[in-house]
């Protein structure tokens, strides 16, 4: 089945431990991106990537890393989280990156910083 | 300047019954897309319908339609023969040009569906 798997879906940490988001899609997407929800804030991007080692600053980078060594591959690093980073993660897939290529997310990572 | 209007927050709509969530967006690039996902409770994101800019007909996708008017700038999403499962968050979102650019999100708009 074609997809894009975020794990895990469900992750409560304390600051400044780090961590990983893992995102994986079986479809040879091309385009890769993270996304953060909340409320009143609504969907922002973080980082993009458009293809194996080239990755891009999204609206809301900071705090983040990301790294694309594989195509199938895009995990989103937290080096130290703080609290302010609870949120509600998506990560994201298409084709290609143009504005014909629909987005395809994963089924999002609530994330808690205590 | 909002890219992504939905000035719905929220409609009510009963079972079998159509229903048509507002969007409209503001670009100067002629190469757009604009797309409609359904976000229900459990949180999850899925991708609807597209449409894009040069496209001549409206989008379908089974009971989903898209009402595209270009001139207005709207790209309202139809859900015919509403069902309880319908209940869910939409967000109406759009992707501008050739290069990577961002999925831009409007801020939503809640659907309920009653029986």
């Known amino acids: 089945e074609a997809q894009v798997t975020q794990n895990p879906r469900y992750l409560i940490t304390v600051t400044g431990k780090k961590l990983t988001v893992t995102c994986s899609q079986n479809m040879n997407h091309e385009y890769m991106s993270w996304y953060r929800q909340d409320p009143g804030l609504g969907l922002r991007q973080i980082y993009y990537?458009?293809?194996?080692?080239?990755?891009d600053k999204g609206d809301v980078p900071e705090g983040y890393k990301v790294s694309r060594k594989e195509k199938r591959n895009f995990p989103l690093i937290l080096e130290s989280p703080s609290p302010n980073q609870t949120s509600l993660y998506f990560c994201?897939?298409?084709?290609?990156?143009?504005?014909?290529?629909?987005?395809?997310f994963g089924n999002g990572t609530r994330l808690t910083v205590t | 300047a909002q890219k992504i209007t939905q000035t719905q927050p929220g409609m009510f709509v009963q079972e079998k019954e159509a229903v048509t969530l507002d969007c409209t967006y503001d670009t100067s690039d002629p190469s757009y897309g604009l797309f409609w996902y359904k976000q229900p409770s459990s949180g999850e994101m899925i991708f609807l319908i597209y449409?894009?800019?040069?496209?001549?007909q409206n989008a379908t996708e089974g009971r989903y339609s898209l009402n595209f008017q270009k001139a207005r700038k709207s790209a309202n999403l139809v859900i015919s023969a509403s069902q309880l499962g319908d209940s869910a968050m939409y967000f109406c979102a759009m992707r501008e040009g050739q290069a990577g650019t961002a999925l831009i999100f409007g801020k939503g708009t809640t659907l309920s569906v009653s029986s």
């Open positions: 994201a897939s298409s084709l290609q990156a143009t504005y014909n290529s629909p987005l395809h």
């Open positions: 990537s458009m293809n194996v080692e080239v990755t």
């Open positions: 449409q894009g800019s040069y496209d001549q």
